[in-house]
T-cell receptor, first 116, second 111 residues
Framework: SAVISQKPSRDICQRGTSLTIQCQVD?????MFWYRQQPGQSLTLIAT?????????ESGFVIDKFPISRPNLTFSTLTVSNMSPEDSSIYLC?????????????FGPGTRLTVT | SQKIEQNSEALNIQEGKTATLTCNYT??????LQWYRQDPGRGPVFLLL?????KEKRKERLKVTFDTTLKQSLFHITASQPADSATYLC??????????FGAGTRLFVKA
């Protein structure tokens, strides 16, 4: 298994500003994922970040709004840009590994973002 | 449209009883199905996986069944304890690395 930390754990931000969330893994991993989880809702995949290539975004999410960096095999950042109250959510970093023939995912503790 | 449905109502049971949570899906052909546990303020934690050609999988007090005809998975916790209180997420994988999550069902186990 992998141990994942995220910073910050929570933040309250003003409308129109940006926040960068950091994700650190204790081992080298190929694939990292960024999810959003709104209260009472399921996890929604924002993008997949592989080291050395551009992130792949899911439908409804764009790079200008959620730029992602993946400078090495243990670290990634997600920026939430030009925030609005609709961006208030929990943002989760995850890593996946092809273990025993299937993809098992490990999640960070999440970043709780409130936009006022 | 594709949907994963879990009971949005919380499940309240007495300690020692068996908790049964349901996951139904439509318009998916999952290669495998996973169950995760999520505690407040924490990320989901992987519990169990069952493949499309398996009917049942067990791990300690946990049991998962998978009926691809009914498009349903059942998740059982036997001899439940207050420490089992959490939200349980069902997740589908249709092949590759992408996982689709349900919204989860909250379980409360009373002492």
């Amino acid at each position: 298994s992998a141990v994942i930390s995220q910073k910050p754990s929570r933040d309250i931000c003003q409308r129109g500003t940006s926040l960068t969330i950091q994700c650190q893994v204790d081992s080298q991993v190929t694939m990292m994922f960024w999810y959003r989880q709104q209260p009472g809702q399921s996890l929604t995949l924002i993008a997949t970040a592989n080291q050395g290539s551009e992130a792949t975004y899911e439908s409804g999410f764009v790079i200008d709004k959620f730029p992602i960096s993946r400078p090495n095999l243990t670290f990634s950042t997600l920026t939430v840009s030009n925030m609005s109250p609709e961006d208030s959510s929990i943002y989760l970093c995850s890593v996946g590994g092809l273990t025993r023939g299937y993809y098992e995912q490990y999640f960070g503790p999440g970043t709780r973002l409130t936009v006022t | 449209s594709q949907k994963i449905e879990q009971n949005s109502e919380a499940l309240n049971i007495q300690e020692g009883k068996t908790a049964t949570l349901t996951c139904n899906y439509t318009n998916y052909s999952p290669a495998y199905l996973q169950w995760y546990r999520q505690d407040p303020g924490r990320g989901p934690v992987f519990l169990l996986l069952i493949r499309e050609n398996e009917k049942e999988k067990r791990k300690e007090r946990l049991k998962v069944t998978f009926d691809t005809t009914l498009k349903q998975s059942l998740f059982h916790i036997t001899a439940s304890q207050p420490a089992d209180s959490a939200t349980y997420l069902c997740a589908l994988n249709t092949g590759g690395f992408k996982t689709i999550f349900g919204a989860g069902t909250r379980l409360f186990v009373k002492a």
